[in-house]
């Protein structure tokens, strides 16, 4: 099975109440001139669902084409802690076996349409409105190392040191 080298990365660098930083790296779709404007909406709607399950602030966005690095305001709560993460489970959906996951950091656990996690658990309440977006917007930009669409197998709330 061929190793697919994605030409295309969308990365993310985070900021804690710390200005700590912690990074996630997704691997996306290649595209062309007629999908890039698409492309750039989708990502721009990718950043929202982050913002939507995240506390920490989005310091830096990268994709092959642009690299963008932003200066929001200093975070001044201490609970925004970039080892408290939403950890990503994905599996490829054209059956190649693959899987994977991706960290994010600074977890948001609660929002204005309530809590984001199910009941007393760790798992996160995928019929939530902002998994619901995060969902797809991470389902249509992510790919796996074969190049492949992915699927969304699970989202848990983690506590890694880094």
């Not at 989005?58 to 929001?72: A, Q």
């Amino acid at each position: 099975m061929p190793i697919r080298n994605p030409q295309s990365w969308l990365k993310y660098s985070f900021q804690d109440h710390t200005r700590e930083t912690s990074h996630i790296n997704i691997p996306t779709l290649e595209y062309s001139a007629l999908l890039f404007p698409e492309l750039l909406t989708r990502v721009g709607q990718f950043r929202n669902a982050l913002a939507g399950i995240t506390n920490g602030n989005i310091v830096k966005e990268t994709l092959t084409s642009f690299d963008t690095k932003y200066f929001p305001p200093v975070i001044t709560d201490p609970n925004v802690q970039r080892e408290q993460k939403w950890l990503v489970s994905w599996r490829d959906t054209n059956n190649w076996g693959e899987t994977g996951r991706v960290e994010i950091p600074t977890a948001q656990l609660t929002d204005g349409d309530g809590s984001l996690l199910v009941g007393n658990t760790e798992l996160a309440d995928l019929t939530h409105p902002a998994w619901v977006e995060f969902v797809e917007e991470f389902e249509w930009i992510a790919r796996s190392p074969q190049g492949s669409t992915v699927e969304i197998t699970s989202i848990v709330l983690v506590h890694r040191n880094l």
